[in-house]
T-cell receptor, first 112, second 113 residues
Framework: KQEVTQIPAALSVPEGENLVLNCSFTDSAIYNLQWFRQDPGKGLTSLLLIQSSQREQTSGRLNASLDKSSGRSTLYIAASQPGDSATYLCAVPSGSARQLTFGSGTQLTVLP | DVKVTQSSRYLVKRTGEKVFLECVQDMDHENMFWYRQDPGLGLRLIYFSYDVKMKEKGDIPEGYSVSREKKERFSLILESASTNQTSMYLC????????????FGPGTRLLVL
């Protein structure tokens, strides 16, 4: 059964820092990997989706990389801002590929 | 933009009540999902549906049922609510599951007293 782990569980950084969030998964036979953002009490918003054939995806200040062979993905946030404060979750397809298995998330706080 | 809406943001029910949570998506997606999210346990899949009148159990279906009579609407039913079903419930939809992302609704925070 696919398991997804995110480290660290929480992270606090001063504004302007570059930071990396980590995601690891146990079964490397994945179609893709996704990163989501969740604000307190809200639903999830998709940030980046990396297909299995890709090594990385970029959107603005966000860059996600995928190394299937090692079962790892990283989300790099450049020049962090207080508005980036949220919980970040990674997810991979599992089972019949109709469902996602989520990590438990990294709660990011960017201090002004 | 894809829009997934959930019927209530907050809901308070009593133990033993029958509870309906409704989810509607406006993008003609084939697949719809119900998750619950709890601190320390993350998101867990309750049920999903890949077509009208079709459903499959997720990881934690006990105590829940679902209904999908129309493509755009997926309902989660708690037949007899219990306090351990107090949680945040999230609905999502997607087209082809392994090629596209899932789009989430805003969530329903359910409190069972």
């Amino acid at each position: 059964k696919q398991e997804v782990t995110q480290i660290p569980a929480a992270l606090s950084v001063p504004e302007g820092e570059n930071l990396v969030l980590n995601c690891s998964f146990t079964d490397s036979a994945i179609y893709n990997l996704q990163w989501f953002r969740q604000d307190p009490g809200k639903g999830l918003t998709s940030l980046l989706l990396i297909q299995s054939s890709q090594r990385e995806q970029t959107s603005g200040r966000l860059n996600a990389s995928l190394d299937k062979s090692s079962g790892r993905s990283t989300l790099y946030i450049a020049a962090s801002q207080p508005g980036d404060s949220a919980t970040y979750l990674c997810a991979v397809p599992s089972g019949s590929a109709r469902q996602l298995t989520f990590g438990s998330g990294t709660q990011l706080t960017v201090l002004p | 933009d894809v829009k997934v809406t959930q019927s209530s943001r907050y809901l308070v029910k009593r133990t033993g009540e029958k509870v309906f949570l409704e989810c509607v998506q406006d993008m003609d997606h084939e697949n719809m999902f119900w998750y619950r999210q709890d601190p320390g346990l993350g998101l867990r899949l309750i049920y999903f549906s890949y077509d009208v009148k079709m459903k499959e159990k997720g990881d934690i279906p006990e105590g829940y049922s679902v209904s999908r009579e129309k493509k755009e609407r997926f309902s989660l039913i708690l037949e007899s609510a219990s306090t351990n079903q107090t949680s945040m419930y999230l609905c999502a939809s997607s087209p082809i599951p392994h090629q596209e992302t899932q789009y989430f609704g805003p969530g329903t925070r359910l409190l069972v007293l």
